[in-house]
C-alpha cells in the first residue's frame, strides 16, 4: 500500500472513528511529533556539543556564514 492510499484511508477511517480510538491516535501521533523535534541525546553527544559550543563562543574555533559554506562546496 502506498503512503497516498494510507493517507486517504486513514482520512477516511477518522470521519467514522468512535472517540477512544481518535484519542489514541491522537495521543500516539502526538508522541511521535515529540520524538522528532526533540530528538534524544547520549551524554557523550551533549558532552561534545557543549565543548564544540564553548570553543565557538571563545573564538577559538572558526565559523563560516551560510555563503562561505556554499561557496566551498562548490569549489
Known amino acids: 500500500m502506498s ?18 480510538f481518535l484519542k489514541a491516535i491522537y495521543a500516539m501521533l502526538q508522541s511521535y511529533s515529540k520524538e522528532m523535534t526533540d530528538p534524544k541525546l547520549s551524554s557523550g553527544q551533549k558532552k561534545e556539543l557543549e565543548k564544540r559550543r564553548q570553543r565557538h563562543l571563545s573564538g577559538e574555533s572558526k565559523s563560516y556564514t551560510w555563503q562561505e559554506v556554499k561557496d566551498r562546496i562548490r569549489q
Open 3 to 20: 503512503s497516498a492510499e494510507i493517507k486517504e484511508y486513514l482520512h477516511k477511517q477518522i470521519e467514522v472513528l468512535d472517540d477512544r
